[in-house]
């Protein structure tokens, strides 16, 4: 990398505005000053006018700069440009020396939106650098692409945490059935706790009659991890699996809160009434937001056995209770009519 290059080019313009496009040429000169910081405020200046014409020069900021400042505002500014080129440039950056750089060009492939920038993506999906692969990956996720699902199922089987992570997030965007037995497996087994939390998240898209996911996710309820056993309940009651009343009712005995939480919130998605009993006891909780969800699935629920404990807790302390109570009084009232 060079401190000054003359291959910061600004491209032939048409006619017209010919003081303007003097302004441009004058900034994207500057470009080549011996100054870092005189480089790097020109950049921001030519960023500010918007101008299309200009965005080579921002590439070859990114690409050539010597100074790491320079280039990390040049990430920077073009996650505005979603173009093939811009998006290859930052994906290059992903192998930048400096680690700020490399962080800023994973942020702005991380907030890409046009459906065109996956083909780019897809090129470096299988990247040996964990770092990079991540990167893609995570680039990919909102974009839906369909070709993402062979490098992201490959990625379920890598090294590095993080990458796998990042895939099971990419499947679980494109809600392809092909996945979900290698996502169960990942759900289950992984030995990483945020991979084996965002597989259990991932698979929500899932049948309820799908036996082997279903049995990843009562496995996943059991998991040594409370986010595992956390997600599982709430993918669970997303699912609305019916045999899982019984679990999440033992779940409402979990160690952790939170747990305790997604499985009465689960139970309430199942609307199993008999689930109730369980559900009508955590009333009498000391954590008031297990007292507030339990109302609520109460109020799922629709069993007008428990409506004197709901009126009970109409007279709770915390105001959240007493406005769940009042819902679930207000559902089962209705439901009977």
């Given amino acids: 990398m060079t401190a000054s290059s003359s291959a910061f080019p600004l491209p032939g313009v048409p006619a017209g505005d010919h003081a303007d496009h003097a302004d441009h040429a004058a900034l994207v000169a500057r470009l080549a000053a011996a100054d870092a910081s005189v480089r790097r405020i020109a950049l921001l200046e030519l ?5 299309p014409e200009l965005v080579p020069s921002f590439v070859a900021a990114l690409r050539d700069d010597a100074s790491a400042d320079v280039r990390r505002e040049a990430a920077r500014v073009l996650d505005a440009w979603e ?7 930052l994906c290059h950056a992903l192998l930048d020396p400096d680690g700020g750089v490399r962080a800023t060009a994973a942020q702005s492939l991380s ?6 920038s996956g083909a780019v993506l897809c090129r470096w999906a299988d990247r040996p650098e964990p770092f990079v692969r ?12 369909p070709d993402a699902f062979a490098p992201a199922l490959r990625a379920l089987d890598a090294s590095d945490a993080d990458v796998r992570a990042e895939a099971v997030v990419v499947l679980g965007w494109l809600k392809d059935g092909r996945a979900l037995p290698p996502l169960a497996r990942v759900a289950t087994t992984d030995t990483d706790v945020d991979v084996r939390r ?15 996911v279903v049995t990843a996710l009562l496995a996943a309820l059991r998991d040594a991890a409370w986010q595992v056993r956390e997600e599982a309940a709430a993918t669970l009651g997303k699912l609305r699996a019916a045999v899982a009343r019984d679990p999440l009712v033992a779940a409402l005995d979990d160690d952790y809160w939170q747990v305790r939480v997604r499985a009465v919130r689960a ?5 199993d009434a008999a689930a109730a009993s369980a559900v009508v006891a955590l009333l009498s909780h000391a954590i008031s937001n297990l007292r507030k969800e339990a109302a609520l699935a109460l109020g799922e629920l629709r069993n007008r056995e428990t409506l004197p404990a709901l009126h009970g807790a109409l007279d709770d302390r915390d105001p959240e209770v007493r406005k769940a109570a009042r819902i679930a009084i207000g559902q089962i009232d209705e439901a009977s009519r």
Avoid at 47 to 51: Q, S, V, W
Avoid at 134 to 145: I, K, S, Y
């Fill in 267 to 271: 139970l309430g998605q199942l609307r």
């Fill in 111 to 116: 907030e890409l939106k046009s459906a065109a």
């Fill in 134 to 145: 991540a990167a893609v990956l995570r680039g990919l996720r909102e974009l839906r692409d």
């Fill in 47 to 51: 960023a500010d006018l918007e101008a």
């Fill in 83 to 89: 173009q093939p080129d811009v998006v290859d440039a």
């Fill in 198 to 212: 965002a597989a259990v998240g991932a698979i929500g898209f899932a049948s309820a009659s799908d036996a082997a």
